[in-house]
């Protein structure tokens, strides 16, 4: 009985082998030396990122900020000179998403903070319609609405409803207006409303 077991594993052993000759009969298993396989160092220096390709075909106006090493202290760069001249097109040196930050964007941070330099909303229309980065670009939004007191803001720019509830209670509680609250859907956001801010 166990005989009959041991010859019939062996049986089914051998035909898996066979099958497996079959399957790739191309494979063969060869010696290789170490001067036909390449270098560690040289596939990393070959490699390059998405974002090493985007900046290397990137000439821009600010050699200064070209020849930055590291990628923040580049993407930093950019952004101090788009403060320094309130100029949003600066921001469009700096790449939209990169790799480690899926749902931020330093370009939208760039747009962000000349929006609220110069008060204007029109500057976050600029940035990506990109599902991941909806949250960022309605915030772009936020930061200007405490100056402009706009609530087609509110209506029109803003996609998120948490987002569009705390751009009315911006307003409401601003102006004293305090009507606009009722647009809140969240409970907790729509009594902040009815409190004035400074």
């Known amino acids: 009985m166990v005989s009959k077991l041991v010859v019939v594993s062996a049986v ?16 063969s298993i060869t ?10 160092n040289s596939i990393q220096k070959s490699y390059k990122s998405p974002v090493e390709i985007f900046y290397q075909n990137l000439t821009t106006p600010f050699s200064d900020c070209d020849t930055k090493q590291s990628l923040s202290e580049r993407e930093g760069c950019y952004i101090t000179k788009a403060l320094e001249k309130n100029d949003a097109s600066i921001c469009d040196y700096i790449i939209l998403k990169e790799a480690n930050y899926v749902y ?58 948490r987002n569009k509830d705390s751009c009315y209670q911006v307003i409401g509680s601003k102006t004293g207006n305090y009507e606009i609250c009722n647009n809140i859907q969240d409970a ?3 009594e902040l409303c009815k409190e004035p801010l400074p």
């Open 188 to 190: 907790h956001i729509k």
């Open 104 to 161: 931020y964007s330093k370009r939208i941070e760039c747009y962000a903070r000349i929006s609220n330099n110069l008060a204007d909303p029109s500057i976050c229309d600029k940035a990506s319609n990109d599902s991941t980065l909806t949250d960022q670009k309605d915030k772009c939004y936020l930061q200007t609405v405490g100056r402009k007191l706009d609530s087609s803001i509110c209506s029109n720019k803003i996609s998120l409803q």
């Open 31 to 40: 010696k290789t030396t170490n001067n036909s396989l390449p270098a560690n």
């Open 12 to 27: 089914i052993l051998i035909l898996i082998i066979a099958a497996g000759f079959l399957l790739y009969p191309h494979t």
